[in-house]
């Protein structure tokens, strides 16, 4: 509940002037009415008397509220609030309730009564308990709710300052059209064919290379060696390839072939010979040799 301090001011002179100015013939507009009578000219001797305005000073939302106020104002420590200053500012705040609302001043009567049995409770002497331990300030529980009551307050603040709709923002409407129409590519011939190239180009970076295994037998090759030396005498080395060369064989066949050719040589059924270096080479089955 919002509590005002009062000031004021009032319409008597208005209501009742001292001197009555309506004209006895009324030949014009007037521009008010006053309980009924025209008004023709705005009165010359207003006078509001101090009882016939309000404003509102400050404003506390419950004892509490009124009863913090009151502590930081003053600068005081709220573990540590001296109640008889404080128990005296809050009662002659109170008396000016009264005076004007006694509805509104009797949740504040209650905490009244409150600080003055805390005042009273701190004026005895303080005794022990039976199990020798100190009792309980009695301001400690009012405190805890000041306290929470202070958080709570700081909390809606904060609240308050964030924007709000209709206060900090308004939310906008827009239509939106549903309605489209789908725009087909504008393609040209030159991007077909700048995508057909990609396309192939990414393709061999994508090919596999696929090794496969040859039966290739170097017995098989000794023997077609000896074949073909055995109808001549000698044989050159060249013309010893040139048939497979001619029949264009794999390279692997070739190295197998070359290899049968050394193995019958490390077997010292074939005599390989050269004159001088750079001079033709000479192949020849060993066993005519000795035959001869």
């Not at 600080?115 to 009273?120: A, D, F, N, V």
């Not at 010292?268 to 066993?287: C, F, G, K, N």
């Amino acid at each position: 509940m919002a509590l005002p301090k009062p000031a004021a001011n009032g319409l008597d002179a208005l209501v009742a002037p001292a001197i009555d100015s309506t004209p006895d013939v009324i030949d014009s507009v007037a521009l008010a009415r006053l309980y009924g009578e025209p008004l023709f000219a705005m009165p010359q001797d207003l006078y509001i008397p101090p009882d016939a305005l309000e404003v509102f000073l400050e404003t506390f939302q419950g004892p509490l509220d009124l009863l913090l106020y009151l502590i930081r104002k003053q600068n005081f420590n709220v573990l540590d609030i001296p109640m008889a200053e404080v128990t005296k500012q809050y009662l002659s705040y109170v008396d000016q309730i009264r005076k004007h609302n006694l509805e509104l001043a009797g949740e504040y009567l209650l905490m009244a009564a409150l600080l003055i049995e805390i005042k009273s409770r701190m004026l005895l002497p303080v005794k022990k308990t039976d199990t020798g331990e100190e009792v309980d300030d009695p301001r400690a529980e009012l405190v805890r709710r000041l306290l929470e009551y202070e958080q709570m307050k700081l909390a809606a603040r904060k609240l308050d300052a964030l924007p709000q709709l209709g206060r900090d923002f308004q939310r906008t409407h827009a239509l939106m059209d549903l309605e489209f129409e789908q725009a087909l590519p504008d393609v040209s011939p030159d991007d077909l064919r700048n995508a057909w190239l990609d396309i192939m180009r990414r393709a061999q970076l994508n090919a596999h290379h696929r090794i496969t295994r040859e039966q290739l037998s170097v017995r098989d090759h000794m023997s077609q060696i000896l074949r073909r030396l055995g109808d001549v005498r000698f044989m050159e080395f060249t013309e010893l390839f040139s048939e497979r060369v001619d029949q264009g064989d794999a390279v692997a066949i070739l190295v197998v072939h070359f290899l049968a050719m050394l193995e019958l040589a490390r077997e010292s059924l074939l005599d390989i010979t050269q004159v001088e270096p750079y001079a033709p080479i000479y192949v020849r089955l060993s066993y005519i040799r000795a035959a001869a």
